[in-house]
């Protein structure tokens, strides 16, 4: 009996581990991951970005998000905070007038379930 326990405790551990994405509803730094998986879909941003768990996701003309989570700065020069990424998200020529990445016409929830996901990107 306790050996079943202790593979059943075993597998729920195991079950937590991947660390490439998140598959919680919800997100430490707000959002929700898997709907901001959708949306990275539903706007296209593979064709311009790798983006890893995004099937297709294999663009570049914009930089990998690999590793997202773990970066210093965003846009070159924006501390990479959960703040800083969603406004980086929602309207990214506001932040760097003139740069390459398109204004998606993202709401803020839309830019802050996008945030989730990229956050998952350890």
Same mark, same amino acid.
């Given at each position: 009996?306790? &050996? ?5 405790? &075993? ?73 800083? +990424? ?17 204004? +998606? ?18």
């Amino acid at each position: 009996m306790i &050996a079943i326990l202790l593979l059943l405790a &075993a597998a729920l551990v195991l079950a937590g581990c991947d660390s490439r994405q998140g598959t919680a509803e919800t997100s430490p730094v707000g959002g929700n991951p898997r709907h901001g998986a959708d949306l990275i879909v539903k706007s296209n941003c593979g064709l311009c970005h790798e983006i890893p768990g995004i099937a297709g996701a294999e663009g570049h003309v914009g930089p990998s998000l690999d590793h997202m989570a773990i970066r210093t700065i965003i846009a070159g020069f924006l501390p990479n905070t959960p703040e800083n +990424m969603r406004a980086w998200i929602r309207n990214p020529q506001a932040a760097v007038p003139g740069n390459a990445m398109p204004n +998606m016409e993202l709401k803020d929830d839309e830019a802050e379930d996008i945030t989730a996901y990229l956050y998952t990107l350890r």
